[in-house]
């Protein structure tokens, strides 16, 4: 289960980025996740709150953005979403597709006040 692993690197990354802001609470943690990951957004909230609950991070919400798939065919310019896995262009069947989106692991704002 590597969504724990994962909400232990955000609140460790968000545990060290608040002491830079002595006296301030976290609220909100924006993460973009992109779908190559395979990460189950319900397990990684889960994750989050078991890893936060008792600590200064506890009730920070966490804010999932699920980035889809997406390509290009090298062999026709196609562009095309990915789903299932399935790297074959729907117009020339080929499967020299390049991935151009759907890799995404990043934090990208983190709300305090």
Not at 23 to 42: C, F, R, T, Y
Not at 72 to 80: A, D, K, L, V
Not at 82 to 88: K, N, P
């Amino acid at each position: 289960m590597h969504e724990l692993a994962l909400a232990e690197s955000i609140f460790h990354i968000v545990e060290k980025e608040m002491t830079k802001y002595p006296g301030s609470k976290a609220l909100k943690v924006a993460i973009k996740l992109g779908a190559l990951h395979e990460i189950v957004p319900d397990a990684l909230q889960f994750g989050f709150d078991t890893m936060t609950a008792n600590t200064s991070l506890a009730g920070v919400q966490l804010d999932i953005e699920r980035i889809p798939i997406k390509g290009r065919c090298r062999n026709c310019g196609h562009e095309i979403v990915i789903e299932d896995f399935v790297f074959i262009c729907p117009d020339c069947f080929s499967s020299d597709i390049e991935m151009t989106q759907g890799d995404a692991l990043e934090i990208t704002h983190l709300e305090i006040e």
